[in-house]
Antibody
Framework: QVQLVQSGAEVKKPGASVKVSCKASGDTFTSFDINWVRQATGQGLEWMGWMNPDSGNTGYSQKFQGRVTMTRNTSISTAYMELSSLRSDDTAVYFC??????????????WGQGTLVTVSS | SYELTQPPSVSVSPGQTASITCSGDNLGDKYACWYQQKPGQSPLLVIYHGRKRPSGIPERFSGSNSGNTATLTISGTQAMDEADYYCQAWDSSTVIFGGGTKLTVL
């Protein structure tokens, strides 16, 4: 069965960077875009961007442009999201989610379990 | 920028029908989808392409899309359906989520 398994919780200081991983299994890794969505405690879902594991192409939300980098290692079916210049309001649960590449409408059929990133001095 | 608007909360009695709306410009052309999220869990896709149900989603969940509004309908609502629900669409190479609706079954 399809699974997206994320790395564990992180605690970072303001100004630092965090890199979260998302390992896919159960389907062809390169057939699906990996997206990243975050959720602050008690708040809604916020889309950060997408990455196509086949081409490495990315598309980022304007809000995170310049601070987020999405990459992948196809040999281990793993996608990564790195967020830099962390602030306290970056404290949130970060989810990876997959969407079939190159098709519309665009929706997320599988999600990772989430990774809590806490930014605190 | 494109926005999706949902009511913050909806209440329904067990066994009744719950309707959750999502509004956005020409949303009917964008085939909104819907996610259910229970506390401490990842979102779960319940409707895609406006009205299609993924495998394993009960038939009581249905979706419709018309004009500027997408609607998620839960028929015969059960206590287990109490959750937050989010609509989502794609516009100008960007994913947009609605603000979410808390469904209370009481």
């Amino acid at each position: 069965q399809v699974q997206l398994v994320q790395s564990g919780a992180e605690v970072k200081k303001p100004g630092a960077s965090v890199k979260v991983s998302c390992k896919a299994s159960g389907d062809t890794f390169t057939s699906f875009d990996i997206n990243w969505v975050r959720q602050a405690t008690g708040q809604g879902l916020e889309w950060m961007g997408w990455m196509n594991p086949d081409s490495g192409n990315t598309g980022y939300s304007q809000k995170f442009q310049g601070r987020v980098t999405m990459t992948r290692n196809t040999s281990i079916s793993t996608a990564y999201m790195e967020l830099s210049s962390l602030r306290s309001d970056d404290t949130a649960v970060y989810f990876c989610a997959r969407a079939r590449a190159g098709t519309l409408p665009y929706y997320f059929d599988y999600w990772g379990q989430g990774t809590l990133v806490t930014v605190s001095s | 920028s494109y926005e999706l608007t949902q009511p913050p909360s909806v209440s329904v009695s067990p066994g009744q029908t719950a309707s959750i709306t999502c509004s956005g410009d020409n949303l009917g052309d964008k085939y909104a989808c819907w996610y259910q999220q229970k506390p401490g869990q990842s979102p779960l896709l319940v409707i895609y392409h406006g009205r299609k149900r993924p495998s394993g989603i009960p038939e009581r969940f249905s979706g419709s899309n018309s004009g500027n509004t997408a609607t998620l309908t839960i028929s015969g609502t059960q206590a287990m359906d109490e959750a937050d629900y989010y609509c989502q669409a794609w516009d100008s190479s960007t994913v947009i989520f609605g603000g979410g609706t808390k469904l209370t079954v009481l």
